[in-house]
């Protein structure tokens, strides 16, 4: 099966007005935004993938907002309808624990790239909410699917596999 990465998801989600947007707040072109928008989302990626793996509160609370998306329903269509996300967007646990990563990936991908770290932290606000869409897509998906429901139980450490299937390209 043939599958796109979680970073081409989150660039066709962010759609190409978020991307000049993006754009113009880092000054660059829609090219360069697309490369920041694409380290950005791996590290936040790599970064969650790290947590969900820990045996501590860190990671149970990754797994516990793994199991939130993937049992929230319905599945959402397009950035337009975030306004309705509820639970997810206003307080929801992924939207929680993707804001808690936000900092130290802004450091990462700051020194990395030279884009200074309150710019990456606005540019990783905006991509919040189309990280949160395309895990849920990718969770209606799954569930449509032969995935297993639960298959990140929220007590069991290590259990990244609903992270990994949710983000693709499986564990690291």
Do not use: C, H, N, Y
């Amino acid at each position: 099966m043939t599958e796109s990465s979680f970073q081409d998801d989150v660039l066709g989600e962010l759609g190409d007005d978020k991307l000049t947007e993006i754009a113009g707040l880092l000054g660059t072109d829609d090219s360069g935004a697309r490369e920041t928008v694409s380290q950005t989302v791996g590290a936040m990626t790599g970064d969650l993938r790290q947590k969900a793996d820990a045996d501590d509160a860190d990671g149970v609370a990754v797994r516990q907002a793994i199991a939130e998306v993937a049992e929230a329903e319905p599945p959402l269509e397009g950035v337009a309808t975030l306004g309705g996300l509820g639970g997810l967007l206003s307080g929801g646990m992924m939207a929680g624990v993707l804001a808690k990563v936000g900092k130290p990936v802004a450091a990462a991908v700051s020194k990395r790239t030279g884009i200074p770290a309150a710019t990456v932290s606005r540019v990783i606000e905006m991509l919040i909410p189309v990280v949160l869409a395309v895990l849920a897509k990718r969770a209606s998906g799954r569930a449509a699917g032969t995935a297993a429901p639960g298959a990140a139980p929220s007590g069991a450490p290590g259990t990244s596999g609903g992270l990994g299937d949710l983000l693709g390209g499986g564990k690291k």
